[in-house]
C-alpha cells in the first residue's frame, strides 16, 4: 500500500491477519523520519521488516510474518 502512516500502521494487525505465511507486504508512504515509529508499530504485530528502500526523505518496507 502506498498511505501515510497514520492510515496504514492502524492496519497492521489486518495486513497480519491476511497475510499468508511465507507472504510479504509492500507499505509506502512512509517519511524516512518515521520509520522509527514504524518498527514500533510493527513488533506487537509479529511482523517483522524483511527490507527497507529509500528515494530521497521517503520509505518503503517490506514486512513478513517473525521466523517466515
Known sequence: CNMISTQ???LLPEIRR??????????????RDELGRVHQSLAPTGLVVADERYLG??????????GA
Open 18 to 31: 491476511v497475510l499468508e505465511p511465507s507472504g510479504r507486504a509492500v507499505l509506502s508512504g512512509f517519511l
Open 57 to 66: 526523505d521517503w520509505a518503503a518496507v517490506t514486512v513478513a510474518h517473525h
Open 8 to 10: 496504514s500502521l492502524p
